[in-house]
Protein backbone atom coordinates (compact mmCIF):
# COMPACT_ATOMS: atom_id res chain seq x y z
CA UNK A 1 0.00 0.00 0.00
CA UNK A 2 1.13 3.39 -1.08
CA UNK A 3 0.33 6.78 0.66
CA UNK A 4 0.92 9.97 -1.22
CA UNK A 5 0.40 13.11 0.44
CA UNK A 6 -2.20 12.24 2.37
CA UNK A 7 -3.71 14.89 4.85
CA UNK A 8 -5.92 14.52 7.51
CA UNK A 9 -8.10 16.99 9.17
CA UNK A 10 -10.34 17.26 12.26
CA UNK A 11 -11.62 20.98 12.00
CA UNK A 12 -8.92 23.22 12.14
CA UNK A 13 -6.16 20.45 13.34
CA UNK A 14 -4.06 18.54 11.02
CA UNK A 15 -3.82 14.89 12.03
CA UNK A 16 -1.63 13.92 8.75
CA UNK A 17 -0.40 16.39 6.94
CA UNK A 18 1.10 15.53 3.69
CA UNK A 19 2.17 12.17 4.36
CA UNK A 20 3.83 10.08 1.82
CA UNK A 21 4.38 6.11 2.97
CA UNK A 22 5.03 2.85 1.77
CA UNK A 23 3.63 0.09 3.51
CA UNK A 24 5.61 -2.75 2.69
CA UNK A 25 3.74 -6.21 1.75
CA UNK A 26 4.48 -8.85 3.25
CA UNK A 27 6.51 -7.25 6.42
CA UNK A 28 5.57 -5.74 10.23
CA UNK A 29 5.76 -2.05 10.38
CA UNK A 30 5.51 -0.42 13.58
CA UNK A 31 4.02 3.18 13.94
CA UNK A 32 5.14 5.17 16.81
CA UNK A 33 5.11 8.87 17.90
CA UNK A 34 3.55 10.87 21.02
CA UNK A 35 -0.27 11.23 21.42
CA UNK A 36 -1.65 13.34 18.74
CA UNK A 37 1.01 12.23 15.95
CA UNK A 38 -1.46 11.07 13.67
CA UNK A 39 -0.52 6.92 14.04
CA UNK A 40 -4.59 6.32 14.99
CA UNK A 41 -5.67 8.24 12.15
CA UNK A 42 -3.14 6.34 9.62
CA UNK A 43 -4.14 2.97 10.56
CA UNK A 44 -7.92 4.47 10.19
CA UNK A 45 -6.80 5.96 6.38
CA UNK A 46 -5.38 2.28 5.72
CA UNK A 47 -8.27 0.65 6.97
CA UNK A 48 -11.02 3.13 4.58
CA UNK A 49 -12.35 4.20 7.55
CA UNK A 50 -12.20 8.07 7.16
CA UNK A 51 -11.99 10.59 4.46
CA UNK A 52 -8.36 12.05 3.36
CA UNK A 53 -6.94 14.02 0.76
CA UNK A 54 -4.23 12.30 -1.27
CA UNK A 55 -3.98 8.95 -2.40
CA UNK A 56 -3.58 5.27 -0.92
CA UNK A 57 -2.75 3.00 -4.15
CA UNK A 58 -3.25 -0.82 -3.63
CA UNK A 59 -5.76 -1.01 -0.77
CA UNK A 60 -6.47 -4.23 0.78
CA UNK A 61 -9.34 -5.90 2.72
CA UNK A 62 -8.02 -5.17 6.79
CA UNK A 63 -8.52 -6.68 9.71
CA UNK A 64 -8.77 -3.86 12.21
CA UNK A 65 -7.75 -4.86 15.90
CA UNK A 66 -8.83 -1.75 18.05
CA UNK A 67 -7.31 -0.68 21.72
CA UNK A 68 -9.58 -1.75 23.27
CA UNK A 69 -11.44 -5.26 22.78
CA UNK A 70 -14.57 -4.04 21.59
CA UNK A 71 -16.35 -7.52 21.88
CA UNK A 72 -19.96 -8.23 22.21
CA UNK A 73 -21.59 -8.08 25.76
CA UNK A 74 -24.29 -10.96 25.54
CA UNK A 75 -21.77 -13.14 22.99
CA UNK A 76 -19.56 -15.68 24.63
CA UNK A 77 -15.50 -15.95 23.74
CA UNK A 78 -16.56 -17.99 20.62
CA UNK A 79 -19.55 -16.55 19.50
CA UNK A 80 -17.77 -12.92 19.76
CA UNK A 81 -14.89 -15.07 16.52
CA UNK A 82 -17.99 -16.73 15.30
CA UNK A 83 -19.66 -13.19 14.24
CA UNK A 84 -16.44 -12.93 11.68
CA UNK A 85 -16.26 -16.41 9.73
CA UNK A 86 -19.06 -18.33 7.52
CA UNK A 87 -20.54 -21.42 9.99
CA UNK A 88 -18.23 -23.87 7.56
CA UNK A 89 -14.94 -22.28 9.40
CA UNK A 90 -16.63 -22.11 13.19
CA UNK A 91 -14.38 -25.17 13.53
CA UNK A 92 -11.35 -23.39 13.99
CA UNK A 93 -12.52 -21.32 16.63
CA UNK A 94 -11.23 -23.79 19.54
CA UNK A 95 -7.56 -23.81 18.04
CA UNK A 96 -7.51 -20.03 17.63
CA UNK A 97 -8.64 -19.44 21.15
CA UNK A 98 -6.28 -22.23 22.35
CA UNK A 99 -3.38 -20.77 21.08
CA UNK A 100 -3.91 -17.18 22.69
CA UNK A 101 -4.34 -19.08 25.92
CA UNK A 102 -7.87 -19.43 26.30
CA UNK A 103 -8.78 -23.38 26.15
CA UNK A 104 -11.74 -23.78 28.03
CA UNK A 105 -12.90 -20.63 27.95
CA UNK A 106 -15.02 -20.85 24.61
CA UNK A 107 -18.16 -20.43 26.35
CA UNK A 108 -17.16 -17.46 28.57
CA UNK A 109 -19.10 -14.38 28.45
CA UNK A 110 -16.60 -11.03 28.39
CA UNK A 111 -18.06 -9.90 31.79
CA UNK A 112 -15.93 -12.95 33.41
CA UNK A 113 -13.12 -12.41 31.71
CA UNK A 114 -10.30 -9.96 32.87
CA UNK A 115 -8.78 -7.28 30.70
CA UNK A 116 -5.83 -9.12 29.37
CA UNK A 117 -8.54 -11.84 28.37
CA UNK A 118 -10.72 -9.74 26.31
CA UNK A 119 -7.86 -8.56 24.57
CA UNK A 120 -7.22 -12.11 23.98
CA UNK A 121 -9.97 -12.85 22.56
CA UNK A 122 -9.81 -9.60 20.49
CA UNK A 123 -6.58 -10.98 18.81
CA UNK A 124 -8.21 -14.62 18.02
CA UNK A 125 -10.69 -12.71 16.23
CA UNK A 126 -8.26 -10.36 14.11
CA UNK A 127 -6.79 -13.24 12.75
CA UNK A 128 -9.15 -15.00 12.55
CA UNK A 129 -11.35 -12.51 10.02
CA UNK A 130 -10.39 -13.05 6.19
CA UNK A 131 -7.84 -9.90 5.37
CA UNK A 132 -4.80 -9.23 3.43
CA UNK A 133 -3.34 -6.47 5.94
CA UNK A 134 -3.53 -6.96 9.84
CA UNK A 135 -4.10 -3.04 11.62
CA UNK A 136 -3.57 -3.28 15.27
CA UNK A 137 -3.85 -0.15 17.40
CA UNK A 138 -1.83 -0.72 20.50
CA UNK A 139 -2.26 -4.57 20.84
CA UNK A 140 -0.56 -5.00 23.57
CA UNK A 141 -0.95 -2.07 26.24
CA UNK A 142 -2.83 -4.08 28.60
CA UNK A 143 -1.14 -6.81 29.44
CA UNK A 144 1.67 -7.84 31.86
CA UNK A 145 4.74 -8.59 30.82
CA UNK A 146 3.85 -12.53 30.49
CA UNK A 147 1.75 -12.55 28.30
CA UNK A 148 2.94 -9.53 26.45
CA UNK A 149 5.78 -11.95 25.73
CA UNK A 150 3.70 -14.59 24.58
CA UNK A 151 1.36 -12.69 22.72
CA UNK A 152 4.25 -10.61 20.70
CA UNK A 153 5.48 -14.04 20.07
CA UNK A 154 2.54 -15.49 19.08
CA UNK A 155 2.01 -12.99 16.39
CA UNK A 156 5.73 -13.42 15.13
CA UNK A 157 4.26 -17.12 14.38
CA UNK A 158 0.95 -16.16 12.90
CA UNK A 159 3.39 -13.85 10.25
CA UNK A 160 5.33 -16.20 9.45
CA UNK A 161 3.08 -18.99 8.77
CA UNK A 162 1.20 -16.39 6.04
CA UNK A 163 3.77 -13.48 5.47
CA UNK A 164 1.04 -10.82 5.65
CA UNK A 165 1.19 -7.29 5.99
CA UNK A 166 0.66 -6.04 9.29
CA UNK A 167 0.69 -2.27 10.73
CA UNK A 168 0.72 -1.96 14.48
CA UNK A 169 0.44 1.42 16.22
CA UNK A 170 2.79 1.46 19.57
CA UNK A 171 3.94 3.72 22.23
CA UNK A 172 6.59 1.16 23.54
CA UNK A 173 10.18 1.28 21.89
CA UNK A 174 10.54 -2.46 22.99
CA UNK A 175 7.94 -3.73 21.00
CA UNK A 176 8.80 -1.86 18.24
CA UNK A 177 12.40 -3.17 17.69
CA UNK A 178 11.46 -6.95 18.39
CA UNK A 179 8.08 -7.12 16.49
CA UNK A 180 8.90 -5.40 13.61
CA UNK A 181 10.58 -5.23 10.18
CA UNK A 182 10.51 -1.54 9.59
CA UNK A 183 9.62 1.23 12.30
CA UNK A 184 8.00 4.80 11.49
CA UNK A 185 8.20 7.63 13.71
CA UNK A 186 4.94 9.95 13.82
CA UNK A 187 5.22 13.61 14.86
CA UNK A 188 2.63 16.33 14.43
CA UNK A 189 1.58 14.14 11.46
CA UNK A 190 4.42 13.51 9.41
CA UNK A 191 7.50 11.36 9.19
CA UNK A 192 9.90 11.82 11.99
CA UNK A 193 11.99 9.22 11.14
CA UNK A 194 11.94 5.33 9.20
CA UNK A 195 14.07 2.71 11.04
CA UNK A 196 14.72 -1.06 9.61
CA UNK A 197 15.69 -4.15 11.01
CA UNK A 198 17.93 -7.22 9.64
CA UNK A 199 15.97 -10.95 9.93
CA UNK A 200 12.61 -11.80 10.80
CA UNK A 201 10.71 -11.04 14.22
CA UNK A 202 10.83 -11.91 17.21
CA UNK A 203 13.73 -10.53 18.53
CA UNK A 204 14.79 -11.54 22.12
CA UNK A 205 12.86 -9.79 24.53
CA UNK A 206 14.78 -9.74 27.46
CA UNK A 207 17.85 -8.06 25.00
CA UNK A 208 18.10 -3.99 24.36
CA UNK A 209 17.35 -3.73 20.70
CA UNK A 210 20.27 -1.74 18.55
CA UNK A 211 17.40 0.17 17.15
CA UNK A 212 15.71 1.57 20.67
CA UNK A 213 17.96 4.19 21.33
CA UNK A 214 17.32 5.61 17.38
CA UNK A 215 13.25 5.57 18.31
CA UNK A 216 13.83 7.48 21.12
CA UNK A 217 15.83 10.33 19.71
CA UNK A 218 13.17 10.63 16.97
CA UNK A 219 9.89 10.22 19.56
CA UNK A 220 12.27 13.04 21.78
CA UNK A 221 13.30 15.23 18.43
CA UNK A 222 16.89 14.80 19.37
CA UNK A 223 19.18 14.22 16.55
CA UNK A 224 22.52 13.76 18.75
Same mark, same amino acid.
Given at each position: ???????????????? !????? !??? !??????? *????????????????????????? !???? +???????? +???????????????? *??????????????????????????????????????????? *????????? =??????????????????????????????????? =?????????????????????????????????????????????????????
Amino acid at each position: MKLTNVTKRYGERLAL !ENLSL !EIE !EGKITAV *LGESGAGKTTLLNVLAGLTPYEGSV !EGER +ACSYLFQD +AKLLPNLTAEGNLKLV *LPKSAWGKIGEALARVGLAGREKSLPGSLSGGEKQRVAIARAF *LYPHDVLLM =DEPFSSLDLSLKRSLIELTASLWRERKETVVFVTH =DVHEAAILSHRAVVLRAGRIAGEFSSEGDPPRDFFAAHPLEPHLVRALMNEDR
